[in-house]
């Protein structure tokens, strides 16, 4: 078994800065990648940026400047705001660096020696803004089907993917391997896409007279790759595709691509055929998760209900908003974010759980041992903390393992504040100040090992959500004394009442 783990994040475009949706795809693939080599995995993260197409372009014109020069100006956003949520990504590609622009005429070139790409004339209702042809059959209207605005309709010359020769292939690739498009509801609906529709090929161009602002093609100059046709490689120009084989076959196929719903069909559709075309393996998995709403709506740009996550980080804290969006919807579903929402879960699980279980614990330490971590002796346990706490301790690793196996994020986390909750629930129980009045000094001493014995491996565990909530727990703990800080979450009064 491979012992590398490629994942991936959607190459994001410039046209706006990030907001909390790019935030929790982002976040997604860092805390798996974290998780991945606290296993042991050798991990390629990669994300990036999109920079080519009509929108960078309009964007770069509205603000007077040249496309790369708008490009230049917006990538260090996106890399200081993925810097400010601690992503450890292993790469960031944009579309417009040499070692992709390079693979995507590679891919190009071959393809129409193979005889895949074929001219044509081409004549249809084109989206302007978004970049995509309709058929007179989806938009009798002449309206775009997706953003309700006028088509334009449009004869030229260009260059098709034969991708319906690939529909067979890719139904039956689909139904052979159940894991590759995930989760199961969003695989039913492509296996029901393919089976109700014959699949038109690809238009993979744009003259160059009406979209200047793309890769060239190798062998037509006077046109322009078409933006999805360009992103999606980047999954494998980043791996040094075509040059570096050893790299290259190292992490491919990938372990899993990340994205929203929005654009599952080109990764589920578009991409793999583009693969199988030139005889590669398509990537292992495809996930594709749900969408947070803000008042109801997805959000962009366009409707002005953004929300910017470096503004919720600066209120709340870095770990906070990880855990919120992992911890609030399950990876799939959709959610609305809201602050009160957040609010309440900072109280209840951060505060009012895991801060208040380091904070007594640590008191107690420092109180009655003066620090010292007294050591634990499993068989003089009483029997909650043998038979309740001592399994749930040992077999928190694997239980964490089994939910990110599945990309079940709360359920990773919902069996580490289960160990917290038991926890807690021992030391009410327990009553300690008793123990100590009745001067039971071996049982105090169990009873704090225990829970001290909890508390590492929920930073070990916590880690990858919440790396820094786990840095600060382990200065706090060390080999064998305490150190108590601050509470890891004082509560936060301004809640809403209902
Ligand atoms: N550039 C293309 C992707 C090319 S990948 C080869 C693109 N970019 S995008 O900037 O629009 O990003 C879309 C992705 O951002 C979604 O698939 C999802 O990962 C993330 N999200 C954007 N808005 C989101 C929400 N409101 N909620 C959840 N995720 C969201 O499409």
């Not at 014109?61 to 990504?89: C, M, N, R």
């Not at 959709?334 to 614990?361: C, H, M, P, Q």
């Not at 107690?364 to 706490?389: H, Q, S, T, V, Y």
Request: with cysteine.
């Amino acid at each position: 078994m491979s012992n590398s783990f490629y994942i991936t994040t959607p190459i994001y475009y410039i046209n706006g800065t990030p907001h909390i949706g790019h935030a929790y795809t982002t976040i997604a693939a860092d805390c798996l990648a974290r998780h991945k080599r606290q296993a042991g995995f050798d991990v390629y993260f990669l994300t990036g940026t999109d920079e080519h197409g009509q929108k960078v372009l309009k964007a770069a014109q509205e603000s007077g400047l040249s496309p790369i020069e708008f490009a230049d100006q917006i990538i260090p956003v996106f890399k200081k705001t993925w810097e400010k949520l601690s992503i450890t990504y292993d790469d960031f590609i944009r579309t417009t660096e040499d070692r992709h622009k390079e693979a995507v005429q590679y891919f190009l070139q071959q393809l129409y020696d193979k005889g895949d790409l074929y001219s044509g004339e081409y004549e249809g209702l084109y989206c302007v803004p978004c970049e995509v042809f309709w058929t007179e059959k989806q938009a009798q209207d002449h309206l775009c089907p997706d953003c309700k605005r006028p088509l334009e309709k449009i004869k030229e010359k260009n260059y098709f993917l034969n991708i319906s020769k690939h529909q067979d292939w890719l139904l039956d690739y689909i139904e052979k391997n159940p894991e590759f498009i995930r989760p199961e509801s969003r695989r039913n609906e492509v296996l029901a896409f393919l089976k109700e529709n014959k699949l038109n090929d690809l238009c993979v161009s744009r003259p160059h007279t009406r979209l200047s602002w793309g890769i060239a093609l190798p062998f037509s100059p006077e046109h322009v790759t078409y933006v999805w046709f360009d992103a999606l490689i980047n999954y494998i120009s980043a791996l040094g595709f075509p040059h570096d084989k050893a790299k290259f076959e190292k992490f491919w196929p990938c372990a899993v691509h990340l994205m929203a719903k929005d654009i599952l069909r080109q990764h589920a559709v578009i991409w793999p055929i583009m693969l199988h075309s030139l005889g590669i393996a398509p990537p292992r998995m495809i996930f594709s998760h749900g969408w947070w709403l803000v008042e109801g709506e997805k959000m962009s740009k366009s409707v002005g209900n953004v929300v910017n996550p470096l503004d919720i980080i600066d209120e709340f804290g870095i770990d906070v908003f990880r855990y919120f969006l992992l911890r609030e919807v399950p990876f799939g579903s959709d959610g609305v974010f809201s602050k009160e929402a957040l609010i309440r879960r900072f109280n209840a699980d951060l505060a009012n759980d895991l801060g208040n279980l380091v904070y007594r614990t640590l008191t107690m330490a420092e109180k009655n041992f003066e620090g010292r971590i007294p050591e634990l002796k499993e068989c003089e346990l009483d029997a909650i903390g043998r038979d309740k706490i001592m399994p749930k301790i040992k077999g928190l690793n694997a239980a964490v393992n089994e939910c990110l196996e599945k990309f079940d994020f709360t359920g990773a986390l919902s069996a580490i504040w289960e160990l917290v909750g038991v926890a807690n629930k021992y030391v009410e129980e327990t009553k300690p100040w008793n123990l100590k009045k009745e001067g039971k000094v071996k049982e105090l001493e169990n009873f704090i090992a225990l829970l001290i014995a909890v508390i590492r491996v929920v930073a070990s565990e916590i880690a990858p959500f919440m790396p820094h909530t786990a840095s600060k727990i382990n200065a706090q703990i060390k080999d064998d004394h305490v150190e108590k800080g601050e509470p890891l979450f004082p509560r936060i009064v301004k809640e809403k009442t209902k």
